[in-house]
């Protein structure tokens, strides 16, 4: 006798419970998601001791026919796709035919379905998979619940943490479901108690009001929104100020084509995206939809669909990047203030914080030339407190005009206003036109001073300096490969690496700001990046990092008089500098005390 033998259904749906089944959570996702893919508008989740003992999801979507009830609870068997065709073009969430099957062959389900008119009802309870079909009373739509998950299974059910983090797990799908879903209704219950009962959003302020309802309206208030498209990629949703960035990567949420994922590609574009402007160690907020055409990626990579693949990663990685490159170097004072304002508004009036959206009030001046630029650069070198009256700012600034002259004349008042005075040599104070400014002078002047060397270094562009002593790093022959294919992503920033054998680089050349880095460590990052996410920014990345050092020390320090040209100077260098609402570590430059606010301080006007 042979020792192979096949394995029984019932055996075989568990080992497949295995991938999709690790808990509640999981259960209450692929029902979500086939409630969804029937159409439900309205999906009610109940659940009992953390969805332990029991789930149960109510749904008004198509209904399942009599004589599919018993395939539904099949393996293999689905009413959405036929062939592979269907597969490659998926529109559905599920595609598998296999979540139905895998939780009735570790839990207890029945499931009561109609299509309008009669109803029927099957139960199964993991020991029997036969399926038996009875009358039962049911409106258009489906209920099923799931008792005693892994009541067969002792070994699984000993991996169920607490009723409480378990509940949790189910109450983070939740709410992922429901940011990718706006147009269905979601109420969540535990152990009888109503924790979300989220209306269908249609509008704009209901959509915005849901994702405040779910992700805390701090996130909302602070929040940009998105909208970009480009090469048959469209991009939409918000994402958090720097400022409001969090110590765990908690508030991400990503939906590829209203499917949630978690993707490294994606992390790194919009990482990446965030790096100059993100303390280190802290971590971007967002809500991104992207949608594309689903022949173009690849979403049958993981049982549970988490992970996708895109035809062409590269692409995707550079449209996500440069969208939210550009929609946070934006923030400027000029589009703070309407944010800043909105925030105040309640929630829901039609236009919440779309500061995007709004024009810019201000135009920031030409850019400066080269040569300037250059001398700016070099004052850098000089040591700290060099922001004398012959520094770059101070001296373009002396012709403005204070607010009293202004008042009287027709001239703008700038985003920033101008100064009044300045604070224990830390703050500057400023006057606009709602009211109070204040500046942290040490933070504004470093973005300042960053955002130049940046830019001198991309017009100058990178000087090398050949090493003494040639570096030899070892590497797998992948890695060789890879770095003779992507040469370019090293000789553009100036290092000359060359492969010596199969499994060893030789590097002759590095930029001249990195001559002091660990070489060999930097050049097996960038390979292993390249691998894994088919580009890398570390060059740039650790190049960035030391003009960031460079900036910190060649910013002004308190403590340092300035005259009020000075300091008006550094406003308007504020106002045409990029990503001058946040110092290199993400914090606030400034902020604004509007004459309302300061109204209340002194109850006037109540
Ligand atoms: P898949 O979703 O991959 O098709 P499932 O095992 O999750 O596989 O579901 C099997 C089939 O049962 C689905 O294809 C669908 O036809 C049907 N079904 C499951 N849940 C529902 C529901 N809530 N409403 C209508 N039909 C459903
Ligand atoms: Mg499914």
Redesign the pocket.
Known sequence: MGKIQLLSPRLANQIAAGEVVERPASVVK??I???L??G?TRIDIDLELGGTRQIK?R?N????LKE?MP??LSRH????IKNLEDLEGVH??????????SIASVARVTLT?STGGEGWKATVDGREMDVDVTAAAHPQ??T?EVRDLFFNTPARRKFLRTEKTEFNHVAETVKRQALSRFDAAFQLRHDGKVIYSLKQADTLAEKQRRVATVCGSAFMDQALSIEAEAMGLRLSGWVALPTFSRSQADLQYFFVNGRVVKDKLVTHAIRQAYRDVLFHGRHPAYVLYLELDPKVVDVNVHPTKYEVRFRDGRSVHDFLFRALHKALADVRPDEQLPANELAQQPMGSEHAPLQQNMGLGYQSSPVTGVNEKIAAYQQLQQPAGSMSAGSGFAAQSSAIPKMEEMSAGNAEIPPLGFAIAQLKGIYILAENANGLVVVDMHAAHERIIYERMKQSRDQQGIQAQPLLVPQTIAVSDREANCAQEHNEVFSGLGFTVERMSEESLVVRQVPVMLANANVEQLVRDVLSDILMLQSSDRILASMDEILSTMACHGSVRANRQLTIPEMNGLLRDMEITERSGQCNHGRPTWTQMSLSELDKLFLRGQ
């Open positions: 692929e029902l998601e086939n409630c893919d029937a439900a999801l749904d979507g198509s209904g399942i599919d395939l539904a068997a689905t009413s959405k559905s969430l599920g595609f598998r035919g296999e979540a139905l099957a379905s739509g489906t099923i």
